[in-house]
T-cell receptor, first 113, second 113 residues
C-alpha cells in the first residue's frame, strides 16, 4: 500500500528499556521527520533526515537515536526510555523538505511506565 | 524558538459560520503551512504560503501572511461539522533552520451542527 506507515501503533514499555519505533514510506521522498506530540506543546521536531545516511537534530533530540540506511525507512530508537518520553510520535515525509508539504503517518502512542 | 503560536486555543461556532484562526511566529521564515488534525489521527496538510505571498486560497480556505507582523491567519468559510478538528500552523525556513518545522500548539475548532 502506498503511503507512510508507523509501527507499532501502541506500545507500553518500562523505564530503562530500549524501544524502536518504525516508519516506512513508499513515495521515495528524500526527507523524513520524527515529531512528538504532547498536550499543550503541539508537535516538536526530534530528528529529521534529508537523505539516506544524512540526519540532523531537531528541537528535542536528547534521549533519541535515529538512522536511515534506506530511503524508505527511518526508525527512531529510545535507548533508555524515561517517563517523560511518554507521548504520541509522528513520522512524516516530504519530497523537498521544508519547501514542501509533509505527509504524516498515523502515529505511535508510547507509554513509559 | 521559532515556534508559531495559534490564537484562539479553542473556537466553537455553528455550522455555516466562518472560522478564523491566527498564528504568530518569531523569526524569519521561508514559508508557513497550515495542517489539520482530526482526533487521534495524523496531521493533514491544508495549504502552504511562501514568504513572498500575501494571500492564498484553496476551496473554502483563505490564508493570509503578514511578514512584517510575523503573523498569519486561516479563514474557513461556511464551516461544516466535518471541519471539527485541531488546526496547526507550521513555520519553516530561516537561514540556519531551513528544513526544521516548528509547530504551534494549535486551535481546537468545534463546529456545531
Amino acid at each position: 500500500d502506498a503511503g507512510i506507515t508507523q509501527s507499532p501503533r501502541y506500545k507500553i514499555t518500562e523505564t530503562g528499556r530500549q524501544v524502536t519505533l518504525m516508519c516506512h514510506q513508499t513515495w521515495s521522498h528524500s526527507y523524513m521527520f520524527w515529531y512528538r506530540q504532547d498536550l499543550g506543546h503541539g508537535l516538536r521536531l526530534i530528528y529529521y533526515s534529508a537523505a539516506a545516511d544524512i540526519t540532523d537534530k531537531g528541537e528535542v533530540p536528547d534521549g533519541y537515536v535515529v538512522s536511515r540506511s534506506k530511503t524508505e525507512n527511518f526508525p527512531l530508537t529510545l535507548e533508555s526510555a524515561t517517563r517523560s518520553q511518554t507521548s504520541v510520535y509522528f513520522c512524516a515525509s516530504s519530497e523537498m523538505g521544508a519547501a514542501d508539504e509533509q505527509f504524516f503517518g498515523p502515529g505511535t502512542r508510547l507509554t513509559v511506565l | 524558538s521559532q515556534q508559531g503560536e495559534e490564537d484562539p486555543q479553542a473556537l466553537s461556532i455553528q455550522e455555516g459560520e466562518n472560522a478564523t484562526m491566527n498564528c504568530s511566529y518569531k523569526t524569519s521564515i521561508n514559508n508557513l503551512q497550515w495542517y489539520r488534525q482530526n482526533s487521534g489521527r495524523g496531521l493533514v496538510h491544508l495549504i502552504l504560503i511562501r514568504s513572498n505571498e500575501r494571500e492564498k486560497h484553496s476551496g473554502r480556505l483563505r490564508v493570509t501572511l503578514d511578514t512584517s507582523k510575523k503573523s498569519s491567519s486561516l479563514l474557513i468559510t461556511a464551516s461544516r461539522a466535518a471541519d471539527t478538528a485541531s488546526y496547526f500552523c507550521a513555520t519553516a525556513g530561516g537561514l540556519y533552520n531551513f528544513n526544521k518545522f516548528y509547530f504551534g500548539s494549535g486551535t481546537k475548532l468545534n463546529v456545531k451542527p
